[in-house]
């Protein structure tokens, strides 16, 4: 029996201005803001979720051409699970938190950090993968507090209609609603006042967000993607490399943004990473990718089209692979040795099922090539000895890194994940998401006691300074070349531990191995 997918609609401009002011009209009630309130929310997105998961999986399938295990693995249990440890910690996180590294003079006034929420959050979709990267954030946006706009990404339609079903029949619709459509409809509320704007997507449209929300100072997260390189060095575990990184760039047809987009290999060790490579692909894709039902699909005739051309341009010659069929979206995995770092191949992100090798002589000429593609990646892959990956997470800057893996760091649901530069702004998941869409507010709560302690405040200020600056300067451990001055004195009592916890530290210690 077939799965009916509900129909995908457009919401229309028109519709869109009642859309914004009701989300407004909530948040301003204080609705959203009890802990408990959030809960409830989370738990029946959760069971939204669950109860449709046949629906999530019909839905990714017709978009992607994605399997069903990649399907769980990278939408539903994701989002699942991110929920439960949300509700686990929520309470935790939300309460206010003791301000640190307080003077003792001022800890009369109770400092803390309090979490507020930030307001009405308009969440901007993307098409790969489609649940995760639209429900992910929402999820944080509604621990926060906050009120919500989800607009899906139109190049999964199919996704974009079952998330509208499953939030529309769980939350409430006061506080959370989409919009679908395109264009014109995510331009009408981009001309929304907004608390802040969460965007996934490229760097071209990631620019019009930026600019739209500068205009009324509106905080942006921006998770974009990169020319992201992996570096395998001649003393790297070349079966490992291999196997890790081929299914890194063919998991979901390569359309994963923080995926290696070109592979930077010791000369020495090419022809034995061919070989491993070749052995993988056999193993995962037995009867080839295209007969295989774990292979996915490019999501639509442009995107193809696109792949295709920077497959077109490239100088490169083709190792492995290179079937193609428009009309399936089929993109087989291909593996392409070029010579040049300017090739199309490198210079481009093909957020396909391409895989660039360029040689190299060493890990110094690989570290530059890196560097000069791209000098903030979302990701970066270093393969090899602990001292040489050291090296490159030292010289090379990126969103995140795996290292002797590709993007485990990014498969973690609980670990901060963003970019750096034009790699993206700001991180969410796990905690992060909480924090994402919060605002750390400081206060202070001055008793009417303290009233003849902070007397030295008010005018006339004669005769204060002195006072003042007895009271409130520090003396510094260092001198005017930046070197620290060691007191003798101190240093005997903490026995050359520097601080008093230390000095205790290592008496305990001594009094132990008596």
């Known amino acids: ?45 959760y069971w939204g979720l669950k109860d449709n998961e046949a629906l999530i999986v019909e839905a990714c399938k017709r978009d992607l051409g994605k399997s069903t295990f990649e399907t769980y693995l990278a939408e539903i249990c994701w989002c699942e ?58 999820i944080g946006a509604i621990a926060a507090g906050n009120t919500a706009v989800l607009k899906p990404s139109e190049n999964a339609p199919n996704a974009a209609a079952v998330m509208q079903k499953i939030i529309e029949a769980s939350l409430d619709p006061s506080c959370y609603s989409v919009v679908q459509g395109a264009i014109s409809e995510t331009t009408a509320l981009l001309d929304k006042k907004w608390d802040k704007i969460f965007y996934t997507g490229s760097v071209n449209v990631a620019k019009i967000i930026a600019k739209k929300a500068a205009e009324t100072l509106t905080p942006v997260t921006l998770e974009l993607g990169g020319r992201n390189p992996a570096i395998v060095t001649k003393n790297a575990d070349i079966r490992l490399a291999a196997r890790r990184l081929l299914w890194g760039k063919f998991m979901n047809a390569g359309q994963v943004c923080v995926s290696q987009n070109y592979i930077l290999i010791d000369k020495e060790v090419l022809q034995q990473f061919l070989v491993e490579l070749k052995k993988a692909m056999k193993e995962f894709y037995p009867d080839g990718a295209r007969a295989s039902p774990d292979y996915s699909r490019i999501v639509n005739e442009r995107q193809w089209k696109r792949i295709k051309t920077m497959f077109d341009e490239t100088k490169g010659k083709i190792l492995i692979g290179g079937e193609m069929d428009e009309g399936e979206k089929f993109m087989e995995p291909t593996v392409i040795q070029v010579d040049d770092p300017r090739d199309s191949l490198i210079v481009d992100e093909s957020f396909g099922p391409l895989i660039p090798i360029l040689p190299v002589d060493d890990l110094d000429q690989a570290i530059r090539i890196a560097g000069e593609v791209h000098s903030t990646p979302l990701g970066l892959y270093p393969f090899g000895t602990k001292k040489e990956t050291d090296r490159i997470l030292n010289e090379l800057q990126s969103g995140g890194a795996s290292v002797n893996d590709a993007f485990f760091h990014g498969s973690m649901p609980t670990l901060s994940f963003g970019g750096v530069g034009d790699s993206g702004q700001g991180a969410y998941r796990g905690k992060a998401s909480f924090d994402c869409f919060t605002h750390r507010r400081s206060v202070t709560t001055t008793p009417g006691w303290v009233e003849m302690l902070i007397a030295i405040r008010y005018p006339p200020y004669k005769g204060k300074l002195s006072k003042f600056q007895a009271m409130t300067d520090s003396t510094p451990n260092f001198d005017r070349d930046g070197k620290v001055k060691y007191q003798l004195v101190k240093y005997i009592l903490s026995l050359g531990a520097g601080s008093a916890a230390g000095g205790l530290t290592r008496y305990a210690i001594i009094l132990l191995g008596e």
């Open 1 to 45: 029996m077939a799965i009916a997918i509900p129909d995908f609609h457009h919401t229309g401009t028109e519709g869109i201005a009642d859309i914004y002011e009701n989300v407004r009209r909530t948040f301003n009630t204080h609705k959203t803001k009890p802990i408990d309130f959030r809960l409830v929310q989370l738990r029946k997105l």
């Open 81 to 138: 699970n991110d929920i439960i440890f949300m509700c686990d910690n929520l309470k935790k996180w939300a309460k206010d938190e003791k301000a640190p590294d307080i003077p003792l003079a001022n800890s009369i006034v109770f400092p803390k950090i309090r979490k507020d929420p930030l307001g009405c959050i308009l969440i901007i979709g993307t098409f790969n993968f489609p649940i995760q990267l639209s429900i992910g954030p929402l």
